[in-house]
């Protein structure tokens, strides 16, 4: 494994560990993390290709040139498949399907799409994310309180019981998401109210649909997606949670990609 960069279009240089050989697959990660949340299942991938596991702009080793909008990561998505030949699969993890997907509508140079769990919130499955959830996090932002945007992102967008929240302040990985807390603004711009983007059932892209059956609200939503993409298959890793283990997707993850 080695450390690369590439420069996107507005000039930003976009830091990924490349691995492995063979067909490209590029991981998409999401929320308050970085390459490192999909490191274990780019390891196991890199035994039959070439990964490009990779930090979206704002985390880990990439820049950030401001201002921000949803075309600049789908432009670094672009020339993520430029650097790897032009011809790539892409995995998309949580909100980083949700990017992957929009990527594809926008015109990204995807060959395949593997999405995890996109939280898509179809009404009437779960309670809605505060309306004023985006602002919320820019405020937070603004006043320097990088800990309660995290907080805001487990409550409000994930969903957790707050009492479940409160002792997570104390685990090692809780510095290093306030580090990064700021892209949560970014990822609310991109999901917006978590609705399905227009322009799915018009997406010609070949998408493996995967989910674990532990969250009634993302299984109903993975079968809908499922059902609006016109090339789409629906897989279910049963009794996998949100954090799904990287040795029960990478299988199946290299088998559509082979």
């Not at 691995?19 to 039959?48: N, Q």
């Not at 892409?90 to 990204?108: C, D, E, F, P, R």
């Amino acid at each position: 494994m080695s450390l690369h960069t590439v420069v996107s279009r507005d000039g930003t240089e976009i830091a990924y560990d490349r691995s492995g050989s063979g067909p490209a697959i590029i991981m998409m990660a999401a929320g308050p993390t970085d390459r490192w949340a999909l490191a274990g299942i780019a390891e196991l991938l890199a035994k039959d290709f070439t990964v490009f596991n990779y930090d979206r702009r704002g985390r880990g080793d990439s820049g950030d040139t401001p201002p921000y909008a949803p075309e600049r990561e789908y432009e670094d998505l672009q020339a993520l498949i430029t650097a790897a030949g032009g011809n790539a699969g892409v995995y998309g993890s949580s909100g980083g399907g949700i990017l992957a997907l929009k990527a594809a509508l926008w015109g990204a140079d995807i060959a395949r799409l593997a999405v995890w769990e996109a939280p898509f919130i179809l009404e009437g499955t779960r309670p809605p994310v505060r309306a004023d959830y985006r602002q919320n996090l820019e405020q937070l932002l603004a006043e320097g309180r990088r800990g309660d945007m995290l907080d805001s992102f487990m409550i409000d967008a994930v969903g957790m019981p707050a009492e479940f929240v409160t002792p997570m302040h104390d685990m090692p990985m809780w510095p290093g998401m306030e580090r990064i807390a700021h892209t949560l603004v970014y990822d609310s711009i991109i999901t917006g109210d978590f609705s399905m983007p227009e322009g799915l059932s018009e997406l010609t892209v070949p998408t493996l649909v995967l989910e674990g059956g532990t969250m009634p609200w993302m299984t109903q939503g993975a079968k809908v997606l499922a059902e609006t993409l016109p090339d789409a298959a629906l897989r279910v890793l049963t009794g996998q949670t949100h954090d799904v283990q990287p040795a029960a997707i990478a299988p199946v993850l290299a088998e559509y990609f082979a």
